[in-house]
Structure formats: structure tokens, C-alpha cells
């Protein structure tokens, strides 16, 4: 079989859930037994999101290869269990750097280096994914940021619009739009569908599939105005309600038959529906958790996206444990000694978030202190594995001056340093340990218990590092280093195993938790919150 090429546009306003149809699409096509996988176009000029702020573009996910990528490919990974790599998130930055580095080589042979060949050709090589030749794959499915009419857009556009002729039928363009409700009128509205579609249309792209947002059910009447305005057969016009649950989304999408219309437009025979009986398994025991559990997230990113691969794992962790997570932000820049008792009140555990920077830190190692002196269940990540441990220095070992190299370059008591192959290093992007590495368990442990295994592999994004020359005097006052690297000798976890539960990851447990397969950390974290109720 040929590799089929899906194109997912978005029209007339950005965030309509591009990505979740996306990895809906992949995820229906898998339970066909189709080999896919999923890859994200972004029209911005950053070579990737890896020192774009939070507030920007949300949380910036990493693959286990170490690319730093956009948030999407969290949805893509938990949605289909596809491990991604740097090949399937592109930036426009990427492609411009990887042409003009090619004509400061000389590769172009002296000719006049334009957007059209040269810029589309290498949009559609990477579309094409020319350089994966070991790859079996029957579908990809390529998304682009943005929306119809962002001049950043119109290269990725002529690039689709070239594939289209030269794939023929292996090609498929799925548009999603948005249908707004005008409440004053009391009625849904096509027009800004229609103008979309339009708009497509004026770059030479008829969509095959159009997928309508909204928050209102549409009718079938509605649905065929649109497919007669728009040119689309009514069969190819599925509707994106607004749902409980992203999860629900893959379940409505089949339901439409948006996979099937995918298959009948490629020419390839539909078959029977697939059941999917883990995703409803799921699905069932999410509808059935109603009991309430509150977790903490202390960071100073007031915006859900910034920590969405952590805000999902604890909602499936949560699932999993028949509870119904509900996530509360707490500013830690708010955080001082006299208030956190009522800032963390209520809370049955607390996840002390990652993050760079000195904003909000000090908040960070109150909120750790009141927790482990008052047990109740933390997870640190990242830098907050390093305020716990910061925390343990000045308040159990009495070093009152202990602090990150990051933080303050000349403290006394460095007890985070920053990593030895990271002193030389002056860019910002892309340079920091990013990436899976393996990690030794200690027998005995909690987190050996959690995992079951010795040895694991888990994604970092970080320059500092527990200091190696404290190891001894914090497991003799009682916080265990219990996780090792085995090449680099680096602490991975640490754990008080006195308390119900206080561990902290210098890696990102969360990038690799899925809708069937939870990680094992936040189900057990999750457990402990439940236990110390």
C-alpha cells in the first residue's frame, strides 16, 4: 500500500481544536490497523518553541529524540501512543535555515533563491518525509498552524496545493471552520465557513472534508448548506461539538464517520467499524469518576496550556484511580510564610511545577517546606525537584544560603549546579540536556515500586543539576537520591520514603503519559492523594 498524505487547515479563527482532530484522525485510522503518524507545520520563524514563553504558545513539549516542539505533538503522543520524533514538528524558521544554509554551501549551483521552488520544495520534502525512507507508513497526517489568509501560512499553502496534483488520490485535505451561535439572533451562522472555504479555494485547494466547530448541534439542513455552498459531499460535513472531555472527540469523529469519508476519498474499502474497547473501557471509567480530589499546581504560569502534558497525566492518572482530578493554580510569586496555609488549604497533594527563571522560586520552596513538614503528598519536576531540594538544604541541613547556580551565580551552598557541559554554552535554543536518558532505580524505593522496574527511560529539558558533592549529607538527613543516571552518574529522582509520598524528578514524567497507558509516577502520586484523605 502507498503512503496516504492527510492535510488538516484550520479557517476564520485559530485554536479550534486543529490538533485534537488530528490526533482523533490518527487514532481512528490506528484501531483500522493502519501504520500512522502525525506531524505539526508552524508558520512562526522560531526555529522552535524552545525559548518561546509559555505565554506564547503554551507548554513547550519535547520528544524522545530531544526536539523541542510545540504542544500539539502531547496530544498526538497521548492520543495515539505514537512516540514522535524531530521530524514531526517543523517550523517555518527551520525550513528557511535549512535553504539558506544550502545556498551558503553552494548546493543551488548560483541561482536566485525564491519562496516558489525552492522554499515549497523543501516544505514539501519534510511533508513528504524524504529523508524517513525506513518508515512503513499507510497514513501521515500533516497539520498547519495558523489559519487561512496569515501571510506566514501561504508558503505551507502552495506547498499542499503542488502535493495535491502530484499525489493525486493519496491526498486528502480536511478544513476545520468555525459555525458561531449569535445569541441575539438566536442562530448559527455559515457565512465565516463559507468565506474560509472561499479563501482555500482562491489558493487552488478544494477541501475534501470539512469539520465544523461548534457549540451548538447542527442539523442536517445546515450541514447541507454548507456542503452545497462549500462543494462537499454531505457525508464529508462532520460536525466538532463541544464535548466533557477531549476524549470524547475520537468516539463523535467515528461516529460521523470522518475516518470512513477519509478511506472512501483515498479509494480505499471502508470495512467494519473498529470497537475500541480500551478507548470506551476509558471512557466508561471517566464518566464514572465523580468523587472529587483538589491538587495543587504552584508555578507562575496563571495559563492551563503552560502546563498541559501535567494538567492531562493527573486527569488520567486521576481517571485511572476513579477519582475526577480537579486542578487549582497557585501563583507562586503570591506564596510568603504567613499565607501558605491558606494558599495550599484543602489541597490532597501538591505538584510544585517546572519552569526557568527567578520569578516565583522563593514561593516554590515555601509551598515544598510546608508540604513535607505537614506530609502531604508533593511531586517536584524539573526545577521543582530542585526547589525541594533547595528547600531540604536550608531548612534541614541548615546551609540558610543554599540556592541554584541559575539563581544566584555566587551562592555559598550551590547544591544545583549547573551541568559541566553546559558551562561553555551561549545559545539558548535547543542546547540544554533535552531528550530520554536512562535512569537507574534504587530496590526498595517508591519509585521502584511505582514503575516495577530497575531501569527506565524518561525525557529531560535542563541545564542544572543536583550537586553530587551533597549526595551524602541529604541521604543521611533523610532525603534519598534513588534515582541515578548510569552513564553520567546525575541524580534523576529523589524521595523522603519517611513521608506518605515526597519525590521529586529532575526529568518530565508527564511527556510520557497516554489516554491507555498513564505513567506510573502520577498513578501512584494520585493514589497517595487519595490514601491521605
Not at 500512522?36 to 506564547?56: A, C, M, R, S
Not at 504542544?71 to 528557511?96: A, K, M, P, Q, W
Not at 502530484?166 to 439572533?185: D, E, I, R, S
Amino acid at each position: 500500500m502507498k503512503t496516504n498524505y492527510i492535510f488538516i487547515t484550520g479557517g476564520v479563527v485559530s485554536s479550534l481544536g486543529k490538533g485534537i482532530i488530528s490526533a482523533s484522525l490518527g487514532k481512528l485510522l490506528q484501531a483500522r490497523g493502519y501504520k500512522v503518524t502525525i506531524q505539526k507545520f508552524d508558520p512562526y520563524i522560531n526555529i522552535d518553541p524552545g525559548t518561546l514563553n509559555p505565554y506564547e504558545h503554551g507548554e513547550c513539549y519535547v520528544t524522545e529524540d530531544g526536539m523541542e516542539t510545540d504542544l500539539d505533538l502531547g496530544h498526538y503522543e497521548r492520543f495515539t501512543g505514537i512516540r514522535t520524533t524531530r521530524h514531526n514538528s517543523i517550523t517555518t524558521g527551520r525550513i528557511y535555515k535549512t535553504v539558506i544554509d544550502r545556498e551558503r554551501r553552494g548546493d543551488y549551483l548560483g541561482k536566485t533563491i525564491q519562496v516558489v521552488p525552492h522554499i515549497t520544495d523543501e516544505i514539501k520534502r519534510r511533508m513528504l518525509r524524504v529523508d524517513e525512507k525506513d518508515e512503513q507508513l499507510d497514513f501521515v497526517i500533516t497539520e498547519v498552524g495558523g489559519t487561512i489568509g496569515d501571510i506566514e501560512s501561504a508558503p505551507f499553502m502552495e506547498a499542499i496545493r503542488q502535493l495535491r496534483w502530484q499525489l493525486g488520490h493519496n491526498a486528502v485535505c480536511v478544513h476545520l471552520t468555525y459555525v458561531p451561535y449569535l445569541k441575539a439572533a438566536g442562530e448559527l451562522k455559515t457565512k465565516p465557513t463559507q468565506h474560509s472555504v472561499k479563501e482555500l479555494q482562491g489558493m487552488g485547494i478544494q477541501p475534501d472534508i470539512l469539520v465544523l466547530r461548534t457549540e451548538c448541534h447542527l442539523d442536517d439542513a445546515m450541514r447541507m448548506k454548507v456542503a452545497s455552498f462549500c462543494n462537499v459531499d454531505l457525508e464529508c460535513v462532520v460536525q466538532s461539538e463541544d464535548m466533557p472531555s477531549i476524549y470524547e472527540v475520537p468516539v463523535s469523529m467515528q461516529r460521523q464517520g470522518l475516518d470512513a469519508a477519509v478511506l472512501r476519498k483515498i479509494g480505499i474499502p471502508v470495512g467494519e467499524t473498529p470497537t475500541m474497547t480500551g478507548w470506551h473501557a476509558f471512557l466508561d471509567k471517566q464518566r464514572n469518576a465523580t468523587k472529587e480530589i483538589h491538587i495543587g499546581l504552584v508555578g507562575k504560569y496563571d495559563l492551563q496550556d503552560a502546563y498541559k502534558s501535567i494538567r492531562e497525566s493527573l486527569n488520567l492518572a486521576g481517571i485511572y484511580n476513579d477519582v475526577k482530578a480537579k486542578l487549582h493554580f497557585i501563583n507562586s510569586e503570591n506564596i510568603t510564610h504567613e499565607n501558605v496555609a491558606d494558599q495550599l488549604k484543602g489541597m490532597a497533594g501538591i505538584v510544585v511545577c517546572p519552569g526557568f527563571g527567578q520569578r516565583g522560586i522563593e514561593g516554590k520552596i515555601i509551598a515544598a517546606e510546608y508540604t513535607r513538614t505537614h506530609d502531604i503528598p508533593t511531586f517536584g519536576i524539573c526545577l521543582g525537584m530542585q526547589m525541594m531540594v533547595i528547600e531540604f538544604a536550608r531548612n534541614v541541613l541548615g546551609y540558610k544560603d543554599a540556592n541554584s547556580r541559575e539563581m544566584d551565580a555566587n551562592t555559598p551552598h550551590n547544591v544545583i549546579d549547573i551541568m559541566e557541559e553546559q558551562k561553555s554554552i551561549t545559545q539558548m535554543g535547543g542546547t540544554m540536556r533535552l531528550g530520554a536518558y536512562e535512569c537507574n532505580l534504587r530496590e526498595g524505593s517508591r519509585v521502584y515500586e511505582a514503575y516495577g522496574q530497575v531501569h527506565v527511560q524518561e525525557r529531560h529539558r535542563h541545564r542544572y543539576e543536583f550537586n553530587n558533592n551533597y549526595q551524602k549529607e541529604y541521604e543521611k538527613a533523610g532525603m534519598q537520591c534513588v534515582g541515578i543516571n548510569p552513564a553520567a552518574n546525575l541524580v534523576e529522582i529523589v524521595e523522603i520514603p519517611n513521608l506518605r509520598w515526597y519525590i521529586g524528578t529532575q526529568f518530565h514524567p508527564e511527556y510520557s503519559s497516554t489516554v491507555l497507558r498513564p505513567h506510573p509516577l502520577f498513578m501512584s502520586f494520585l493514589k497517595a492523594c487519595i490514601e491521605s484523605l
